[in-house]
């Protein structure tokens, strides 16, 4: 016996998510008067879990917190209103990453990639990077993305394509082809999060993790 509640993870909703949990209650309340039948009742989602804990049952349907990250912002700040803390208590079980596909040298006074959207005005490094919209990595983080390499944040630059996309890498030292780049996650002491990820690309948690294609490999590591 289940039902999903409208809207769980906003505070605006509150009143319709009361109605819901009222009704459910007045027909768990039918069912338990047959003696014959014995169902197995859940109602909370990820969000309800930790906002609405009396809707917790025999089971709960833990969605995104599986995966270490809160379904909002303000479910995050209820939660931690609540243990009246500064740590969310979840760990991250998912990072992005890729390689530099190779590097080049461009000189002032040229365009990168599509279009007209990136000029340069100074002789210029590129990374170029093997992932691109196709991959799930937004084309709005044209100009605004960021990745990690050898730990140190660099820009994403110029119009991401289908299957690429240029990062600024003038400032480096020593990055070479084959070199690990963060999308999401880790590297040395710098992060790049799923929510800040979002931020960038307009996306929230939820859209941004079930954009990651099938054929995106996926590793597990202890």
Known sequence: MCSHFAGAESITNYKRIKDQFNRFKKTERTVDDFDWMTPVKHLASS???????????????????QYGFFPTQEILVHHLTKRKGNLDGLQRVLSWKTRVMDIKDVKAGEFIGYGTSYFTN???????????????????????????????????????????????????????????????????????????FSDYSNLINYELLTRLPQDIPRIIVD
Request: glycine content about 12%.
């Open 47 to 65: 969000s309800a879990a930790i906002r609405y804990p009396n809707s917790q049952m025999d089971l709960v349907r833990i969605g995104i917190l």
């Open 122 to 196: 100074r002789q210029t490094k590129l990374a170029l990077l093997p992932i691109g919209y196709s991959s799930g990595y937004s084309r709005s983080l044209g100009n605004q993305g960021k990745v990690l390499i050898k730990g140190v944040r660099y820009d994403v630059i110029g119009t991401v394509s289908m299957s690429m996309l240029t990062v600024d890498i003038t400032s480096s030292q020593g990055i070479e082809r084959g070199d690990e780049v963060v999308l999401i996650g880790h590297q040395g002491s710098s992060e790049i999060s799923v929510a800040s």
